[in-house]
C-alpha cells in the first residue's frame, strides 16, 4: 500500500516532530506556542502580512493551509 500523502506536508512534518496532530484551526496563542515564540512576534507577522488571519465569528483563527503557507515562503538563514 503507498504512503498516503500529506494535505500539508510541511506543517504536519513539523508536527509530528513536536508531538503533535493537525487541527482545523489555531488561535494566535496556540500559534506562538507553536514555533516557540511570543504572541507579539505572531502579532506583528499578521501585521507585516507574513502570516494570514481568519475571523471566524468572534474569534481570529489561523488555518493550517496559511501555516503551511508560511512554511513555504520560509527558507533557513531568512526570515
Do not use: C, H, W
Request: no cysteine; glycine share 6%; proline share 8%.
Amino acid at each position: 500500500m503507498a504512503p498516503e500523502k500529506l494535505k500539508y506536508p510541511l506543517l504536519q512534518e513539523y508536527l509530528a516532530i513536536q508531538g503533535l496532530t493537525l487541527r482545523p484551526a489555531y488561535s494566535i496563542p496556540e500559534v506562538a506556542n507553536l514555533f516557540g515564540v511570543s504572541v507579539r512576534t505572531i502579532q506583528d507577522r499578521i501585521a507585516r502580512g507574513q502570516i494570514i488571519v481568519r475571523d471566524v465569528p468572534g474569534r481570529a483563527r489561523i488555518l493550517p493551509a496559511d501555516l503551511e503557507a508560511v512554511f513555504t515562503r520560509t527558507k533557513k538563514g531568512r526570515r
